[in-house]
């Protein structure tokens, strides 16, 4: 009976091996167990022997209890987030979708049948430990003793409840109850619909300050503040964002730079996007949702009127895209357009560096054409960031069908990610796409570009530490001295390194943006 209340206690107390998938027990309580012993004693004492259904069901109930707190525990140091069920559980098909891409059909059937079997043997685990205490509260000692027990973790739990013990030092578990308690709250508001939407901010001018630049705005995927704050990666980092700044220098343009803070952390990369190309901040998939039903005005948009020819360079986009009528692009290059023939790399297979050299050769390098304003997020820095595509100096290479020596995909190939340490992974692929924008600064060094550079959201707590805030950098790099000068007397220090505080929340950068570009010459 001892080991079963073990056993009972820990599968929904249990605490997660940061940052892993792997979990742990601290010596927590549970006050589900406390309530269901209590139940089961009062049940057993005035009526009859549980029935083998009921067992069963009762059974079912705690595995899914378990698989709740799982969730809990381990998503935070993952994902540097709660679980949202309503809205994560949406996205599972296009997770499917890409680890089946990337995954042998052997391996995916194995990681299936693997999950099938811990489930099995899971439920049939806490059975096992259930039948133990159905059949101790047939006797009457036994019966006593588990009353006695749980009537004292009850009163334990109101003592230390009304003391406010701090976080971290309370003897209970917080319950999964709770937990579906709070997904059951995130459902009803979601159906109900009651998150209303923000009023656009003003998005008129000329855009006077880069007439005749092309201006790029890329999002480098998962590219946070820890890049620069957190020594276990700024150090190994340093050498890409040097040589970053050289081909900054050398190309006879300047950089300022700032932090913002991201509406989302370590994934949903499209909340960022969309909270500076609206103006309007969002959090979460409801709002996005019913933003593009409205008519809104956009970034997009106001780089149209204003003459621009205005392109998305979108090359994990292999399915229907609605944000992009609803941003208002002339022009959309997904992954089908982009025909990408090479070594694949990562879950989206298609290297940073073959997209800009698609996009010269489609746009940029065209005799006559209107200036360019280009929206590009990028894929090669996606977790979990190995196998990292090589650099290529020699860029017209890149877009034949043998883009890089046999040496070079052996060694990128090679590498594996380490799934108990994702930061050299991530130190990797941050320098590749470092290295790919510095690379594409010198193929235009005599171009009149305005590249807006930024990050979408920091990479998941397993790279980022615990607590991390949701800070990522925004560097403005340029030739045009009046749009930096404004940029700086707007909070942008100058240098590729931003500074405390933040500016503000993402989507308060695209007034900032357009107010720098449209008054930088007044």
Same mark, same amino acid.
């Given at each position: 009976?001892?080991?079963?209340?073990?056993?009972?206690?820990?599968?929904?107390?249990?605490?997660?091996?940061?940052?892993?998938?792997?979990?742990?027990?601290?010596?927590?309580?549970?006050?589900?167990?406390?309530?269901?012993?209590?139940?089961?004693?009062?049940?057993?004492?005035?009526?009859?022997?549980?029935?083998?259904?009921?067992?069963?069901?009762?059974?079912?109930?705690?595995?899914?209890?378990?698989?709740?707190?799982?969730?809990?525990?381990?998503?935070?140091?993952?994902?540097?987030?709660?679980?949202?069920?309503?809205?994560?559980?949406?996205?599972? &098909?296009?997770?499917?979708?890409?680890?089946?891409?990337?995954?042998?059909?052997?391996?995916?059937?194995?990681?299936?049948?693997?999950?099938?079997?811990?489930?099995?043997?899971?439920?049939?685990?806490?059975?096992?430990?259930?039948?133990?205490?159905?059949?101790?509260?047939?006797?009457?000692?036994?019966?006593?003793?588990?009353?006695?027990?749980?009537?004292?973790?009850?009163?334990?739990?109101?003592?230390?409840?009304?003391?406010?013990?701090?976080?971290?030092?309370?003897?209970?578990?917080? &319950?999964?109850?709770?937990?579906?308690?709070?997904?059951?709250?995130?459902?009803?508001?979601?159906? #109900?619909?009651?998150?209303?939407? @923000?009023?656009?901010?003003?998005?008129?001018?000329?855009?006077?300050?880069?007439?005749?630049?092309?201006?790029?705005?890329?999002?480098?995927?998962?590219?946070?503040?820890?890049?620069?704050?957190?020594?276990?990666?700024?150090?190994?980092?340093?050498?890409?964002?040097?040589?970053?700044?050289?081909?900054?220098?050398?190309?006879?343009?300047?950089?300022?730079?700032?932090?913002?803070?991201?509406?989302?952390?370590?994934?949903?990369?499209?909340?960022?996007?969309?909270?500076?190309?609206?103006?309007?901040?969002?959090?979460?998939?409801?709002?996005? @949702?019913?933003?593009?039903? #409205?008519?809104?005005?956009?970034?997009?948009?106001?780089?149209?009127?204003?003459?621009?020819?205005?392109?998305?360079?979108?090359?994990?986009?292999? =399915?229907?895209?609605?944000?992009?009528?609803?941003?208002?692009?002339?022009?959309?290059?997904?992954?089908?357009?982009?025909?990408?023939?090479?070594?694949?790399?990562?879950?989206?297979?298609? &290297?940073?560096?073959?997209?800009?050299?698609?996009?010269?050769?489609?746009?940029?390098?065209? #005799?006559?054409?209107?200036?360019?304003?280009?929206?590009?997020?990028?894929?090669?820095?996606?977790?979990?960031?190995?196998?990292? &595509?090589?650099?290529?100096?020699?860029?017209?290479?890149?877009?034949?069908?043998?883009?890089?020596?046999?040496?070079?995909?052996?060694?990128?190939?090679?590498? =594996?990610?380490?799934?108990?340490?994702?930061?050299?992974?991530?130190?990797?692929?941050?320098?590749?796409?470092?290295?790919?924008?510095?690379?594409?600064l010198r193929k235009h060094a005599g171009r009149d570009f305005v590249l807006v550079v930024l990050g979408d959201h920091q990479p998941p707590a397993a790279v980022s530490g615990e607590r991390a805030p949701w800070d990522v950098p925004v560097h403005v790099i340029t030739s045009r001295r009046a749009v930096l000068d404004r940029l700086?007397?707007?909070?942008?220090?100058?240098?590729?390194?931003?500074?405390?505080?933040?500016?503000g929340r993402m989507h308060t950068l695209a007034p900032v943006l357009l107010r720098v570009f449209g008054d930088a010459h007044r």
């Amino acid at each position: 009976m001892a080991a079963a209340l073990v056993l009972l206690d820990a599968s929904l107390t249990f605490t997660n091996v940061w940052p892993t998938l792997a979990v742990r027990w601290h010596g927590g309580l549970s006050i589900e167990l406390a309530v269901c012993l209590l139940g089961l004693a009062a049940f057993t004492r005035w009526n009859r022997q549980l029935s083998r259904a009921a067992l069963a069901w009762l059974s079912v109930g705690w595995t899914a209890l378990v698989l709740g707190r799982y969730a809990e525990v381990t998503a935070p140091a993952l994902y540097g987030r709660d679980v949202n069920l309503y809205w994560d559980l949406r996205f599972i &098909p296009d997770v499917v979708a890409m680890v089946t891409r990337v995954a042998p059909l052997w391996l995916v059937v194995a990681a299936i049948a693997a999950a099938a079997l811990m489930l099995v043997g899971l439920y049939l685990l806490l059975h096992r430990g259930w039948r133990v205490i159905a059949v101790a509260v047939m006797d009457r000692q036994q019966r006593r003793v588990l009353i006695l027990l749980s009537a004292a973790l009850l009163v334990i739990l109101v003592t230390t409840r009304a003391r406010a013990r701090p976080p971290g030092e309370d003897l209970f578990a917080t &319950p999964v109850t709770a937990t579906y308690a709070r997904q059951m709250r995130f459902v009803v508001e979601a159906m #109900a619909g009651s998150t209303a939407l @923000a009023e656009s901010p003003v998005m008129n001018g000329g855009l006077s300050g880069v007439r005749g630049a092309d201006v790029f705005v890329i999002f480098i995927e998962s590219y946070g503040a820890i890049s620069y704050e957190r020594p276990e990666i700024a150090r190994p980092l340093q050498p890409a964002i040097a040589a970053f700044g050289s081909a900054i220098r050398d190309t006879q343009r300047d950089v300022v730079s700032a932090y913002v803070e991201s509406p989302t952390f370590g994934g949903s990369s499209w909340l960022a996007h969309i909270s500076l190309l609206s103006g309007i901040e969002v959090r979460d998939p409801d709002t996005n @949702a019913k933003l593009m039903t #409205a008519h809104r005005d956009t970034i997009v948009r106001a780089f149209s009127r204003g003459g621009f020819r205005t392109v998305a360079l979108m090359p994990g986009l292999r =399915q229907n895209w609605p944000e992009g009528v609803f941003y208002g692009f002339d022009e959309i290059y997904g992954a089908d357009r982009l025909a990408y023939g090479g070594p694949e790399f990562g879950w989206f297979a298609i &290297p940073d560096q073959f997209s800009l050299d698609r996009l010269d050769a489609a746009e940029v390098d065209r #005799a006559s054409r209107p200036p360019l304003f280009v929206f590009f997020p990028t894929i090669s820095t996606h977790f979990p960031f190995i196998p990292t &595509p090589p650099y290529q100096p020699d860029w017209p290479r890149v877009s034949t069908k043998h883009p890089y020596d046999g040496p070079a995909i052996v060694r990128a190939y090679a590498r =594996q990610p380490d799934w108990n340490d994702f930061r050299p992974g991530y130190v990797e692929a941050m320098a590749y796409d470092l290295a790919t924008i510095g690379g594409y600064l010198r193929k235009h060094a005599g171009r009149d570009f305005v590249l807006v550079v930024l990050g979408d959201h920091q990479p998941p707590a397993a790279v980022s530490g615990e607590r991390a805030p949701w800070d990522v950098p925004v560097h403005v790099i340029t030739s045009r001295r009046a749009v930096l000068d404004r940029l700086m007397a707007s909070g942008f220090r100058a240098g590729l390194t931003p500074a405390r505080p933040a500016l503000g929340r993402m989507h308060t950068l695209a007034p900032v943006l357009l107010r720098v570009f449209g008054d930088a010459h007044r």
